[in-house]
């Protein structure tokens, strides 16, 4: 867990120039930060409905809240973020809904490389290929290969992803592999089952965050998040702006992770 600054933007002047923080580095004051957050961006519809709007004004509405979000985590020293945007459960709704997120997501990859390029932010799918449209599938293979270099942070991008479908499909890949002799089926432990997921090689998230009030997961990374500490707001995403992340990481600060161990009190000095 990165131990940061808790306001690395550093102190304003009151003439309003940006100065460093004058504070030591040892003195300031800290907060814990996830290495990896991981959110399910929900209440895009509830958000265009109760203002009278079509589903998708919600979805185009919240494509604009993951910009901040995304700048916030990169500032902060965060090592991942992984955003739920479309499940494989999501084909299940109307066509021209569907139609409207998948092109979204082809704006939004064009429109943010510039963003990312800044930031050193690398682009990463997760989900499934099969179902997905072409230029989706070009769209994410040009900003991927254009931010491979970038190591300051991971954007995943979960995209035609369900969780299920991930394991089975690493269970499958691990089986061939036995089949054919190339792999003992001892030498399958979590590390071998977690390399053939989708978020190979990434810290597991610590923190979920869900928009929109509901408390379940919706098959997004169900290996994954097995240890995180969960985060519910009722705010609907496209209101969730950089207020609500410092909301969600106070309250990750102030968590107890005992990963089934037992705290450390401290030892009376008697
Ligand atoms: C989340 O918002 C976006 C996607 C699932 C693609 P919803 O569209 O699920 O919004 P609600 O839950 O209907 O309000
Ligand atoms: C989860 O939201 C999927 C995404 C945010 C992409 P849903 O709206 O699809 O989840 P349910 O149907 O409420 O479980
Ligand atoms: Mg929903």
Do not use: H, K
């Given at each position: 867990m990165a131990q940061m600054n808790?306001?690395?933007?550093g102190w304003r002047a009151c003439d309003g120039a940006q100065r460093p923080d004058p504070q030591p580095a040892a003195e300031a004051p800290t907060m814990s930060i996830p290495r990896h957050l991981a959110v399910i961006m929900d209440g895009n519809g509830r958000w265009a409905t109760s203002r009278g709007k079509p589903r998708s004004a919600g979805h185009t509405a919240g494509v604009e809240a993951v910009r901040p979000l995304v700048t916030r985590c990169r500032e902060l020293g965060v090592e991942a973020v992984s955003l739920?945007?479309?499940?494989?459960?999501?084909?299940?709704?109307?066509k021209e809904e569907v139609h409207h997120l998948m092109r979204l997501c082809v704006a939004y990859l064009a429109s943010e490389l510039p963003l990312f390029q800044a930031n050193g932010i690398r682009l990463r799918r997760l989900g499934?290929?099969?179902?997905?449209p072409a230029e989706v599938l070009d769209a994410f293979a040009e900003v991927e290969e254009a931010t491979a270099a970038n190591d300051a942070m991971t954007l995943c991008l979960a995209i035609n992803y369900g969780s299920r479908a991930e394991i089975v499909a690493a269970a499958r890949t691990l089986a061939r592999r036995a089949v054919a002799g190339?792999?003992?089926?001892?030498?399958?432990?979590e590390a071998a089952f977690s390399a053939?997921?989708?978020?190979?090689?990434l810290p597991d998230p610590d923190l979920l965050i869900r928009t929109a009030g509901e408390m379940r997961l919706s098959n997004f990374l169900l290996w994954q998040l097995s240890y995180a500490e969960l985060y519910v707001t009722d705010t609907l995403w496209p209101d969730f702006d950089n207020a609500a992340l410092a909301a969600a990481f106070a309250s990750f600060h102030g968590r107890v992770r005992r990963f089934g161990g037992v705290p450390e009190v401290p030892t009376p000095s008697t």
């Open positions: 808790a306001d690395p933007g739920y945007s479309f499940s494989t459960e999501n084909w299940a709704r109307e499934a290929r099969e179902g997905l190339g792999l003992d089926p001892a030498a399958i432990d053939e997921l989708t978020t190979a090689g």
